[in-house]
């Protein structure tokens, strides 16, 4: 595997690319993802390519975060194969046939891994993940995220081989017997106050705890923080537990609706499930970077990491401000200066927890994909 990157708009090469590209990676601000030409400038350079990318909240190069650019990531495997899938969704309540659609165009004998990226306001992110889940050729694994459109909840994009769209659904399987796939998900997220039942919701929208408003007591919970919602419920996620024994996932805030006082959630907040407000430490969510790395090496093997996809929520990004940097250098610290590093921030994460576990939706998590050919 061989790699090469650029950031944008420091310098695009307006030479053709060094490599025979097989797959491009493009993570980038909203406004640049829209250039018009982009696409075509990023063709001319990787003409062989699959060029796979979204709109960020922030994208990741080397040890560094950045805003208002494009970061592309050019890589020529060896003896991997690909193949892609766009998937458009119209309404929420597409997003379990999207995630169906998505496996059915990429299953295939030899299938190792789907990277998927998704629409990131428009989708039920656990109803995504279940459909690809229930589709998928036994043995692949799936990691990827939700696009994002910085903290302003606008319009969020994504795209396969074509201009960016919003509605979309766009994934890459890899095939090939010589790749090995680590992964690993970690938040660092703190509990406070009781734990609350979940007495009503539809999907991912949460009406009632405890029989109670639930906007109201959020709010309440908020305080002054209220005033900003949604943007504000970044930094104050809800954690999610199913059933007892069960890991808890957190879910992130994505809109509110006055009128009928539901909270709209990335994922599912089902009925009978419980619910508790979390915090941020600071440490706790650099450490939990740093545990994302471990996993995801340990779960690669024996191997080195070459190319490493790290994707973090928009709201660890918010709380970290300016130790935001930290977090990539501790994945750095782990997986080895061998490895180039791209990724973004994102509105969710997609993995599983750790090797042999399930694939889930994850929100305010830092989730890696490291990549190696044998």
Not at 21 to 26: C, E, F, P
Not at 261 to 279: C, D, H, I, V, W
Not at 359 to 366: A, D, K, P, V
Request: glycine residues 12%.
């Amino acid at each position: 595997m061989k790699v090469e990157q650029y950031l944008y708009p420091e310098g695009i090469p307006e030479h053709t690319g060094r490599l025979d590209a097989g797959l491009v990676l493009v993570f980038g601000a909203t406004a640049r993802i829209k250039e018009p030409g982009l696409m075509q400038r990023i063709r001319s350079i990787y003409p062989n390519a699959r060029i796979l990318g979204c709109s960020t909240a922030g994208e990741i190069m080397g040890t560094r975060v950045y805003d208002d650019t494009l970061v592309i990531t050019a890589v020529s495997f060896e003896a991997t194969t690909l193949k892609g899938s766009l998937v458009r969704v119209s309404g929420i309540d597409e997003s379990y046939d999207a995630g169906r659609m998505t496996a059915l165009a990429l299953n295939g004998e030899g299938l190792r891994h789907v990277f998927v990226l998704s629409e990131g306001l428009n989708i039920n992110g656990t109803e995504l993940v279940a459909g690809i889940k229930d589709h998928l050729t036994p043995g692949a694994t799936i990691t990827g995220g939700l696009s994002g459109d910085g903290d302003r909840f606008g319009e969020t994009y994504a795209f396969l081989d074509d201009e960016p769209a919003t509605n979309t659904v766009a994934a890459i399987g890899l095939f090939g017997a010589l790749l090995k796939v680590g992964y690993g998900s970690f938040g660092g997220w703190d509990p406070f106050g009781p734990e609350r039942l979940i007495t009503r919701s539809k999907g991912n929208m949460l009406f009632e705890l405890d029989g109670k408003s639930a906007l109201a007591l959020y709010k309440q919970y908020l305080g002054e923080h209220a005033a900003g919602l949604p943007a504000t419920g970044l930094l104050f996620p809800l954690s999610l537990r199913v059933r007892d024994g069960s890991i808890p996932v957190v879910r992130t805030l994505l809109a509110v609706n006055e009128a009928d006082q539901s909270m709209t959630f990335a994922g599912n907040m089902p009925e009978g499930a419980y619910a508790r407000l979390m915090k941020a430490n600071f440490e706790r969510l650099i450490d939990g970077a740093v545990d994302a790395a471990r996993t995801s090496s340990e779960t690669l093997g024996t191997f080195n990491p070459e190319l490493a996809i790290l994707i973090s929520c928009v709201g660890r990004k918010l709380i970290l401000k300016q130790r935001v940097e930290e977090e990539v250098e501790g994945v750095s610290g782990i997986l080895g200066a061998q490895a180039v590093y791209t990724g973004f921030y994102s509105y969710g994460e997609i993995s599983p927890f750790s090797k042999g576990g399930k694939c889930e939706l994850h929100n305010q998590t830092m989730t890696i994909t490291a990549l190696h050919e044998a």
